[in-house]
């Protein structure tokens, strides 16, 4: 968790490299003592993902958000708003590979969480639902 952390307040410093590293080793820790599909695997890759997304490696931030929202799928319930936080973020990725039919699909998925799980005033559904009409 420490080295998570760390890797988190890198990333915040964008200094992704460094963040890189930490992310990199709290993986490695955590798949070698937790089980498999553990909701700790999975934020280690959405981490990944997101310091990828900052570092324009698009293809790996997708590997990682895909792998993370397979985790999440099989640890958390369907309607859990970290599943939906990893949805928007691979829209987001699509979005800035100006794949915007992939993009609408994963916030239209984000959105149907969102709906269930957080008021209609909460940012994240008020960000999504502002993406999908942008894009629609």
């Known amino acids: ?26 993986l490695k820790i955590r798949e070698d003592f937790l089980p498999e599909y553990h909701f700790d695997i999975g934020q280690s890759h959405h981490n990944l993902g997101n310091v990828h997304r900052a570092l324009g490696r698009y293809d790996l931030a997708l590997e990682h958000y895909l792998r993370a929202l397979t985790i ?36 239209k998925k984000a959105e149907t969480i969102y709906d269930c799980c957080l008021l ?15 894009l629609s």
């Open 72 to 107: 999440k799928n099989k640890s958390l319930p369907y309607e859990h708003r970290d599943v939906a936080l990893t949805l928007e973020n691979i829209g987001n990725v699509y979005k800035d590979k100006e794949e915007y039919d992939q993009a609408l699909e994963y916030y």
């Open 120 to 134: 209609p005033t909460h940012a994240n559904v008020i960000q999504i639902k502002q993406y999908i009409q942008y």
């Open 1 to 26: 968790m420490c080295l998570n952390n760390i890797g988190c307040v890198y990333e915040r410093e964008k200094e992704y490299e460094t963040a890189l590293e930490y992310h990199d080793r709290a």
